[in-house]
């Protein structure tokens, strides 16, 4: 998104974000916050960059008694430990 889009989009939420108690406004931030953390959680399990192109394969690394490791590139980053919500 270019600079101007965003602040096009800042311009139009601006005024409805100052309608909402504070409240409301950390309901919708956590939300928001929880729905794109689950975008990021399924986009990292499929293994794609944020514009869609797959990752770059990394070298395969074996277990002691010579066979892959299984779990998937990233696994423990798709945790909430490491994509937290504030």
């Known amino acids: 998104m270019a600079a101007d889009e965003l602040e096009r989009l800042e311009d139009w939420v601006a005024p409805l974000l100052n309608r909402l108690d504070p409240a409301e ?18 986009r990292i ?3 794609q960059n944020q514009d869609g192109t797959p990752y770059k394969p990394r070298k395969r690394l074996r277990a002691a008694s010579g066979q892959v490791r299984r779990g998937g590139m990233f696994r423990k980053l798709r945790t909430a430990r490491y994509l937290r919500t504030k």
Not at 31 to 38: G, K, M, N, P, W
């Open 45 to 47: 399990r499929r293994q």
């Open 25 to 42: 406004r950390r309901r919708l931030a956590r939300r928001i916050a929880t729905d794109l953390r689950r975008s990021q959680r399924e």
